[in-house]
Every structure is written in structure tokens, then in C-alpha cells.
């Protein structure tokens, strides 16, 4: 069974740095499309970057500049880097799983709280 | 990207059927056969029900469908049940290497 278990968030400062941590099981993350989605408290769903199986990246223009994806595929995990915090990044993070344009296996999400 | 438009709340008895809506543009709905639906009960992770326009994942029940006509896709839950209820999300590809949701749609089962 595939399953991706994140860690990492929490509390920041505005302009400060957090990095979330995506491990794939029954799967290998070099194999797949991997994405990143966020959701605001009490708001909806927004897409933040995907990922490749190359390892190339691309951001929504909300984060861009900011958010860097890296992975280590020996270990599976994917990272999300966000580093300029701003108050409206704090969102339920979630990484996904991306076949063809679709998110089949999400993450349990993972908190990230932006405030002074 | 400008997100997908939804209806904020839908609503039907048990047993009934609900038809959800999720207005694109031809960039996104329209332009390609990349529309998802999610279902999300609170404080859970959203859950892939259809991809692709019409396909269901397997253990998805059949009283899931949808379609989609021009810039415009649609959920279907027929015969609903109390368990159904929960927030529904509709994506599309956004034509320029992204994903675009809809702003959701509250389903309640009166």
C-alpha cells in the first residue's frame, strides 16, 4: 500500500523559514509526479508546486521565489522549503501523489502557522 | 490561475441526488479531459473520488459520476447517504504545468 507520512511545520515568525518532509512508502517518488497543496483554515484548496520525476519543480506564482522542492530519492522523501514567510502562508500543508493531473494518495497534512 | 467556481452549498435527503457544478475556462475545464473530484470530511485529507471527467478509483461507489460539457464539469451523487456529506473540491489541469481548484462545495444531507 502506498502512503506518504509527513512531518515537520509548526510556528514561524513572519519572514522566517519552515521546511515540511513528505516520506513515500510502497512507492518510489522518482517514479511519480509529486505535488504540494495547501489549504487556509476555513478555506479551500490551493495548488502550490509539482514535481517531476526528473526532480524539476514548478511553483504557483503565490510562492515562487520562496518555496523550494527538493528530494532525497534514496530515502524517498520529498522536502518543501518556504523560507520569506508571510502571514497568509498558514495552511494545512499537504503532499500528494499526482497521476496525470489527479492526487490520488495525499499525505496526513501537516500544520504551518505564520504569526508574530 | 483564477480557481474554479463552485456553488459554496448543496443539499438533499437521503436517497436523493445532487448535482454539483464547477465552472472553468477554456485554459482549464474547457481545454482538457484533466478534471478531478475530491471529497473532504473535516479535518481529514481530501480523497480522490473522480479523475479524469468520468472515472471512478477503485472502491469509489458507483453512485459517484460526473461529466463535463464545454468550460463546465459536474458531480453527480445519487442516492445520497448521511456519510456523503462533506466538502467536495473539483480540479482541473491549468494548462500551463499546474492544477487549479474550485472554492468548494458543502454538501449537507438533511
Known amino acids: 500500500e502506498v502512503q506518504l507520512v509527513q512531518s515537520g511545520g509548526g510556528l514561524s515568525q513572519p519572514g522566517g523559514s519552515l521546511s515540511l518532509s513528505c516520506a513515500a512508502s510502497?512507492?518510489?517518488?522518482?517514479?511519480?509526479?509529486m505535488t504540494w497543496v495547501r489549504q487556509a483554515p476555513g478555506k479551500g484548496l490551493e495548488w502550490v508546486s509539482m514535481?517531476?520525476?526528473?526532480?524539476?519543480?514548478v511553483y504557483a506564482d503565490s510562492v515562487k521565489g520562496r518555496f523550494t522542492v527538493s528530494r532525497d530519492t534514496s530515502k524517498d522523501t520529498l522536502f518543501l522549503q518556504m523560507n520569506s514567510l508571510r502571514a497568509e502562508d498558514t495552511a494545512v500543508y499537504y503532499c500528494?501523489?499526482?497521476?496525470?493531473?489527479?492526487?490520488?494518495?495525499w499525505g496526513q497534512g501537516t500544520m504551518v502557522t505564520v504569526s508574530s | 490561475q483564477s480557481a474554479l467556481t463552485q456553488p459554496p452549498s448543496a443539499s438533499g435527503s437521503p436517497g436523493q441526488s445532487v448535482t454539483i457544478s464547477c465552472t472553468g475556462t477554456?485554459?482549464?475545464?474547457?481545454?482538457?479531459?484533466?478534471v478531478s473530484w475530491y471529497q473532504q470530511h473535516p479535518g481529514k485529507a481530501p480523497k480522490l473520488m473522480i479523475y479524469?471527467?468520468?472515472k471512478r478509483p477503485s472502491g469509489v461507489p458507483d453512485r459517484f459520476s460526473a461529466s463535463k460539457s464545454g468550460n463546465t464539469a459536474s458531480l453527480t451523487v445519487s442516492g445520497l447517504q448521511t456519510e456523503d456529506e462533506a466538502d467536495y473540491y473539483c480540479?482541473?489541469?491549468?494548462?500551463?504545468?499546474?492544477?487549479?481548484f474550485g472554492g468548494g462545495t458543502k454538501l449537507t444531507v438533511l
Open positions: 500528494a501523489r499526482d497521476r496525470g493531473y489527479s492526487l490520488p494518495i
Open positions: 510502497g512507492s518510489r517518488i522518482s517514479d511519480t509526479y
Open positions: 514535481t517531476y520525476t526528473g526532480g524539476n519543480t
Open positions: 477554456s485554459s482549464d475545464i474547457g481545454g482538457y479531459n484533466y
Open positions: 479524469e471527467v468520468t
Open positions: 480540479s482541473s489541469y491549468g494548462g500551463s504545468n499546474n492544477l487549479v
